[in-house]
């Protein structure tokens, strides 16, 4: 019932930023809880980020915290991840997720419902 499309990745040297945005389809967006994933080859699916549905509430892995940001313009329909201080361990595909979840769990890939094609980012060093 959503579809999600990510852009935004690409290129870039180590210390360097991207943003990353996701789109959703259809007049219920704001009613999901929105999560970013990310993939590297031969590794398992790890968590990001997430926003709340208002964007009250924003979670973000270790890894992330402090370089990462996740928002949301329920207007537009869009989750954006700003990535700053980008590392080579950055590099994945990243992934953007809807679902419906709570502050007790939002960090496992069952906790979402939908999922985008991905979008992939590559840091050099």
């Known amino acids: 019932q959503v579809q999600l499309v990510e852009s935004g990745g690409g290129l870039v040297q180590a210390g360097g930023s991207l943003r990353l945005s996701c789109a959703a389809s259809?007049?219920?967006?704001?009613?999901?809880?929105m999560g970013w994933f990310r993939q590297a080859p031969g590794k398992e699916r790890e968590f990001v980020a997430a926003?709340?549905?208002?964007?009250?509430?924003?979670y973000y892995a270790d890894s992330v915290k402090g370089r990462f940001t996740i928002s949301r313009d329920n207007a537009k329909n869009t989750v954006y991840l700003q990535m700053n201080s980008l590392k080579p361990e950055d590099t994945a595909v990243y992934y953007c997720?809807?679902?419906?979840?709570?502050?007790?769990?939002?960090?496992?890939?069952?906790?979402?419902?939908?999922w985008g094609q991905g979008t992939q980012v590559t840091v050099s060093s």
């Open positions: 259809g007049r219920t967006f704001s009613r999901y809880d």
């Open positions: 926003i709340s549905t208002s964007g009250y509430r924003t």
């Open positions: 997720a809807a679902g419906d979840f709570n502050s007790a769990t939002y960090a496992h890939t069952s906790d979402y419902d939908y």
